[in-house]
């Protein structure tokens, strides 16, 4: 079945346009899901949150009957004491007990590239995979990625395999029985005849993942080490966390430091002979890092496992474990930093938390150092906006024109207010020379925009903002009312640190145009004038080529009014005219 925009032409690698069907509730995606494997087609869906909970029953179905279906899963908080939209590994982890093989991205790229494995792996093996990469750190991140053909998974798929899947399929030409009820004489031995299919998955999936290597140039493996040869410190963990874990690795490296970190890629099956292949044999101290709370367990899931590997194995580093970025925390660079520095203690903490305070049970790891292991060169900006005001959509708009238009590497996240419209959002995004490898936001900016003017007796908007950085303000206050509005603090911060102060009436601007109160359009175009990340004619030309893209089907009307906020004459202009006391000598 086509629905409204999918490309009309586009075919699977069998040559077949693929059917999309939505659902009225997860678990009947999931029996959908079953009932279609069953039949011998191959058969995804993608989920997260509760709403995976809502397939745990088809799951053990589907993996007890052996058929090669695959899930996507945007891993995000479950409601516990509140609900929480944003994202953490505890649904995943919910599922570990059905039977799916667990397969894990860290990033954007990652997700291009491992997602299909997932898929060769599950044909191939006849287990179901469930790919997870982090909701809204992972999901709702824009990065500059490399694509992967179509035609290399027609190559890698293992075509008998497929034609097997297909020879076992339901069919009333050959009817069989399945689903039977099964009693205690039968049960245990029957559920035990999965495991060959099980102990075969590690080796499947090392082999196409180093085929997938080989296409991308990218090393990937059931487990990738990296950091010294020689580290005697290391982190495992699994998902975004891995980059900024290598950021601080080094970053520490540079400092003469040991140090490094195993990123888990397959979690189930859980393979301990790739994992202790993998860990050098210098490592004293291991801290194992989980994005999910078991309350009561002695241990959270991922960190057992690592324990139980070397239950036995003849070599015993001193196992600690932590957890991080419940509910979205953010995890930056300097906990990390904290987590390797706990491991050098006297005596360290175990089962401890980062990037919080934990004032009541005393868990959490203190930052006794703030650190930027952001690569060199690399502009951060922050963009304060109001809910469906537009600018997350300008924001996505600017890093993709940079992104397509240059040879820059970028990343643009989106911190939602939970209330969406109406609430708060702030747009980070990073653009630099450099691989960005920073799943955080942006603690440091060159420039930072606000929307909507209320925002100055609110928020800290300046916050990180780095000495001599840029501020562009949308406000229809004058030069006097500005000088009375904003917050004395304010006003200290930009004098002290040589801050260029801008404002902006694209309030009036999109009046005049026509586009009532979306000025997004119009801050975009500031922002390109002030940021000096690509030269303003390129902004303006690669801006318009997008809004005829954009707004063309709307018609010439629309495309016209985005063309004049693009060209718009209310320039940004320095209020220099202010002479409080606190700008005195600042320009």
């Known amino acids: 079945m086509w629905m409204p925009g999918l490309p009309k032409e586009e075919r699977n690698i069998f040559g077949e346009t693929v059917k999309v069907s939505e659902m009225e509730s997860e678990g009947g995606a999931a029996g959908t899901v079953h009932g279609s494997l069953a039949a011998g087609a191959l058969t995804t869906t993608f989920t997260a949150s509760q709403g995976l909970l809502l397939m745990i029953p088809n799951m053990y179905k589907i993996a007890g009957e052996l058929l ?86 027609k190559e890698l798929i293992d075509w008998d395999a497929v034609q097997a899947f297909r020879d076992h399929a339901l069919n009333p030409e050959h009817p069989v029985t399945r689903g039977t009820a099964q009693n205690g004489d039968i049960f245990f031995q029957a559920r035990e005849a999965c495991n060959p299919f099980y102990d075969a998955v590690p080796e499947i999936v090392e082999d196409y993942l180093g085929k997938i290597s080989k296409v991308t ?52 099956p859980f393979s301990v002979d790739f994992l202790l292949k993998t860990i050098p044999d210098s490592v004293k101290r291991i801290t194992v890092l989980d994005r999910t709370k078991e309350p009561g367990a002695i241990g959270q899931p991922l960190y057992m496992d690592v324990c139980t590997a070397f239950f036995g194995a003849g070599k015993a580093p001193k196992v600690l474990g932590g957890i991080y ?63 469906s005001d537009g600018t997350v959509g300008a924001n996505k708009n600017a890093i993709k024109i940079i992104g397509d238009h240059t040879d820059l590497y970028a990343q643009g996240y989106f911190d939602y207010d939970s209330k969406k419209s109406g609430g708060i959002t702030c747009s980070h995004l990073r653009f630099g020379k450099k691989p960005i490898k920073s799943p955080y936001l942006v603690n440091a900016a060159d420039f930072i925009s606000c929307s909507t003017e209320s925002y100055v007796h609110q928020y800290d908007l300046l916050k990180g903002l780095k000495k001599g950085g840029s501020f562009l303000l949308n406000t229809v206050w004058d030069a006097a009312e500005i000088d009375r509005q904003l917050p004395a603090e304010m006003k200290r911060y930009i004098a002290n640190n040589d801050i260029q102060f801008y404002t902006i009436n694209a309030t009036k601007a999109a009046e005049d145009i026509g586009l009532g109160r979306r000025t997004n359009m ?58 409080c006391s606190c700008f005195l000598g600042h320009r």
């Open 522 to 579: 119009i801050m975009q175009a500031a922002f390109f004038k002030l940021a000096d990340i690509i030269p303003i004619d390129d902004a303006v030309k690669f801006s318009k080529e997008s809004i005829k893209k954009t707004y063309g089907n709307k018609g010439e009307a629309i495309v016209e009014m985005n063309y004049k906020a693009v060209d718009c004459r209310y320039r940004p202009v320095h209020p220099e005219e202010i002479r």
């Open 217 to 268: 140039g990218r090393e990937y493996h059931l487990f990738n080490y990296y950091g010294d040869p020689q580290a005697e410190d290391i982190i495992i963990a699994m998902g975004s966390i891995t980059d900024t874990i290598e950021e601080t690795v080094d970053y520490l490296a540079a400092k003469g430091e040991k140090v490094g970190v195993v990123k888990v890629h397959l979690y189930r």
């Open 325 to 387: 970025g419940l509910g979205s925390k953010d995890t930056t660079s300097s906990d990390i930093k904290a987590v390797f520095d706990n491991m050098k203690a006297a005596e360290p903490k175990d089962q401890f938390t980062i990037s919080i305070v934990d004032d009541v049970t005393f868990r959490s790891l203190d930052v006794e150092e703030e650190i930027d292991t952001i690569p060199e060169g690399t502009k951060g900006c922050k963009f304060w906006g109001l809910g």
């Open 68 to 153: 090669p279906g695959v899930f996507h899963v945007s891993a995000r908080t479950l409601a516990a004491q509140a609900l929480c939209i944003f994202g953490d590994q505890g649904d995943v982890m919910a599922c570990r007990q059905t039977g799916f093989a667990l397969l894990a991205s860290g990033s954007v790229q990652e997700v291009m590239d491992i997602g299909g494995v997932a898929h060769l792996a599950a044909i191939k093996s006849r287990v179901p995979f469930l790919h997870f990469f982090d909701g809204f750190r992972t999901s709702h991140e824009i990065q500059k990625v490399e694509v992967m053909d179509y035609e290399t998974y």
